[in-house]
């Protein structure tokens, strides 16, 4: 199944973007009667008839829709330090979209080396991964916050900092999170969190963990991470 995406959709009709339609009518060579799948991002998935086939402005009658698309009883929520490399962080916002994450945070550290992303590229990576991965739920992109402004305020469910420092007791995901709970976990950057960032954070209810005995770059971290939570709720 391929699916589109049309934000906003209100009414028995709907329209696609210049991009969608031209993959619709150009690529996909679908015509006037031809069926198709629409998701709008909030979790509702239409299902839409081609009365328009127009490759700038496609028009689709709206035929059915399927409210709350595989909701999750969760919420998947990472905050982790941009990188250097803006390919590699790409690369985790795509697997995470994949694996179910709802919202992504980039956490200016101490040791952060690049404080900004490209919001536009990635919110676009982040649409394409949800179409492919099937989902109907588009996860939200924050603009990047600082680490004791973040770790300040209260958080629902679960707050975990993951960090490689053997100086501190550090409990496995799986010890302190359960299935069906929301989740907040905190990834550093390669130069990991300073241990002022690992007080200040545990002193606002964040719980140490680790991600296993291997030291990790900070995107494969974040998968780890995501793959964790993705598999105790399976």
Same mark, same amino acid.
């Given at each position: 199944?391929?699916?589109?995406? #049309? =934000?906003? /959709?209100?009414?028995?009709?709907?329209?696609?973007?210049?991009?969608?339609?031209?993959?619709? /009518?150009?690529?996909?060579?679908?015509?006037?009667?031809?069926?198709?799948? +629409? #998701?709008?991002?909030?979790?509702? *998935? $239409?299902?839409?008839? +081609?009365?328009?086939?127009?490759?700038?402005?496609?028009?689709?009658?709206?035929? !059915?829709?399927?409210?709350?698309?595989?909701?999750?009883?969760?919420? *998947?929520? #990472?905050?982790?330090?941009?990188?250097?490399?803006?390919?590699? $962080?790409?690369? $985790?916002?795509?697997?995470?979209?994949?694996? !179910?994450?709802?919202?992504?945070?980039?956490? +200016?550290?101490?040791?952060?080396?690049?404080?900004?992303?490209?919001?536009?590229? /990635?919110?676009?990576?982040?649409?394409?991964?949800?179409?492919?991965?099937?989902?109907?739920?588009? =996860?939200?992109?924050?603009? =990047? #916050?600082?680490?004791?402004? *973040?770790?300040?305020?209260?958080?629902?469910?679960?707050?975990?900092?993951?960090?490689?420092?053997?100086?501190?007791?550090?409990?496995?995901?799986?010890?302190?999170?359960?299935?069906?709970?929301?989740?907040? +976990?905190?990834?550093? =950057?390669? !130069?990991? $969190?300073?241990?002022?960032?690992?007080?200040?954070?545990?002193?606002?209810?964040? /719980?140490?963990?680790? *991600?296993?005995?291997?030291?990790?770059?900070?995107?494969?971290?974040?998968?780890?991470?995501?793959?964790?939570?993705?598999?105790?709720?399976?």
């Amino acid at each position: 199944m391929q699916i589109f995406y #049309v =934000p906003d /959709i209100s009414g028995d009709s709907c329209v696609l973007d210049e991009a969608e339609s031209r993959h619709v /009518i150009r690529v996909l060579r679908m015509t006037r009667g031809d069926r198709l799948k +629409i #998701v709008d991002g909030t979790g509702n *998935l $239409f299902e839409g008839l +081609i009365t328009d086939p127009d490759s700038s402005a496609c028009e689709v009658k709206i035929t !059915g829709v399927t409210r709350e698309f595989e909701k999750r009883g969760y919420r *998947l929520h #990472v905050a982790l330090s941009p990188i250097k490399n803006q390919e590699r $962080f790409e690369w $985790f916002v795509e697997k995470s979209v994949e694996l !179910g994450i709802d919202e992504i945070t980039p956490l +200016i550290c101490r040791n952060t080396e690049k404080q900004g992303i490209k919001k536009e590229r /990635i919110n676009n990576i982040i649409v394409s991964a949800m179409k492919q991965s099937l989902k109907a739920y588009r =996860p939200v992109l924050n603009e =990047p #916050v600082a680490f004791r402004e *973040l770790t300040g305020f209260d958080h629902a469910g679960v707050k975990m900092i993951a960090h490689c420092s053997l100086e501190y007791e550090r409990k496995k995901i799986s010890e302190v999170y359960e299935k069906g709970m929301n989740a907040l +976990i905190l990834i550093g =950057p390669e !130069g990991d $969190f300073t241990a002022d960032e690992v007080a200040f954070a545990t002193g606002n209810g964040f /719980i140490q963990v680790h *991600l296993g005995s291997s030291r990790l770059r900070t995107e494969t971290a974040a998968i780890a991470a995501c793959h964790s939570v993705y598999f105790i709720n399976q």
